[in-house]
């Protein structure tokens, strides 16, 4: 029995996978190489010479693609004092104590991103533990926690992306849909990239990145040179 489908298995054929590839190669590569009928996500991998059991090596952040992520991304904004800001921010839902209550009683998560202000945190808390398995606790270092609501949802409308590394020294971040040009997936990856390059931890010696791959969704993964 084949252990991928007839579609991967023509794809796979079109790349040698123990090669690595110029970003710009890979990026046609992937392109080439989506095998769903739908826009397909295009997703970068690092495999990262980190610990993330210490504090220092645990990396996490957001950032803003300049071309965006090709979704459309709805947000909850959790706040006691600046309803306004969210709304005018066009934010998709906006409350404080009653959404809260909502998502605890009714299992309700028909949001992508809760972004909070601080004075509404010690309530949210008490839900940390339905939140966080769902990754959708707000925190401080992606931007979630903060007073300038307003900001932080535009953000987050134009195409910022959350990282983080998990307990294998992993990172999975979204650069863009198969349909966007191999330009603007370049433009996209050379941020995410390069933000990753600079949080390199000081107490990691020797090669920090030891691998970096592109993917679409149930696509291969293309393995990318390193230029660092």
């Given at each position: 029995?084949?252990?991928?489908?007839?579609?991967?298995?023509?794809?796979?054929?079109?790349?040698?996978?123990?090669?690595?590839?110029?970003?710009?190669?890979?990026?046609?590569?992937?392109?080439?190489?989506?095998?769903?009928?739908?826009?397909?996500?295009?997703?970068?991998?690092?495999?990262?010479?980190?610990?993330?059991?210490?504090?220092?090596?645990?990396?996490?952040?957001?950032?803003?693609?300049?071309?965006?992520?090709?979704?459309?991304?709805?947000?909850?904004?959790?706040?006691?004092?600046?309803?306004?800001?969210?709304?005018?921010?066009?934010?998709?839902?906006?409350?404080?104590?009653?959404?809260?209550?909502?998502?605890?009683?009714?299992?309700?998560?028909?949001?992508?991103?809760?972004?909070?202000?601080?004075?509404?945190?010690?309530?949210l808390g008490k839900i940390g533990?339905?939140?966080?398995?769902?990754?959708?606790?707000?925190?401080?270092?992606?931007?979630?926690?903060?007073?300038?609501?307003?900001?932080?949802?535009?953000?987050?409308?134009?195409?910022?992306?959350?990282?983080?590394?998990?307990?294998?020294?992993?990172?999975?971040?979204?650069?863009?849909?198969?349909?966007?040009?191999?330009?603007?997936?370049?433009?996209?990856?050379?941020?995410?990239?390069?933000?990753?390059?600079?949080?390199?931890?000081?107490?990691?010696?020797?090669?920090y990145m030891k691998n970096v791959?592109?993917?679409?969704?149930?696509?291969?993964?293309?393995?990318?040179?390193?230029?660092?």
């Amino acid at each position: 029995m084949a252990k991928f489908g007839k579609k991967y298995q023509e794809v796979a054929k079109l790349f040698d996978k123990n090669k690595t590839y110029q970003i710009t190669e890979a990026l046609d590569l992937v392109k080439k190489t989506s095998t769903t009928k739908f826009d397909s996500t295009v997703e970068l991998s690092f495999n990262l010479n980190v610990d993330p059991r210490h504090a220092d090596q645990q990396i996490r952040g957001a950032v803003v693609l300049p071309n965006g992520t090709g979704r459309t991304q709805k947000v909850l904004v959790l706040t006691n004092s600046k309803d306004a800001d969210a709304k005018a921010a066009k934010a998709d839902f906006v409350g404080g104590k009653d959404l809260i209550e909502k998502i605890k009683k009714d299992n309700w998560f028909d949001f992508d991103v809760i972004v909070a202000t601080p004075d509404i945190m010690g309530e949210l808390g008490k839900i940390g533990k339905i939140l966080g398995p769902k990754g959708l606790m707000p925190n401080p270092k992606t931007g979630t926690v903060t007073m300038d609501v307003k900001k932080a949802v535009e953000d987050i409308k134009k195409g910022k992306v959350e990282y983080r590394v998990d307990k294998n020294g992993n990172i999975h971040a979204i650069i863009g849909k198969s349909s966007f040009t191999s330009k603007k997936l370049e433009e996209n990856y050379n941020v995410i990239f390069d933000v990753i390059r600079k949080a390199k931890p000081a107490a990691v010696k020797g090669r920090y990145m030891k691998n970096v791959s592109l993917s679409t969704t149930m696509g291969p993964g293309i393995k990318v040179e390193i230029d660092i």
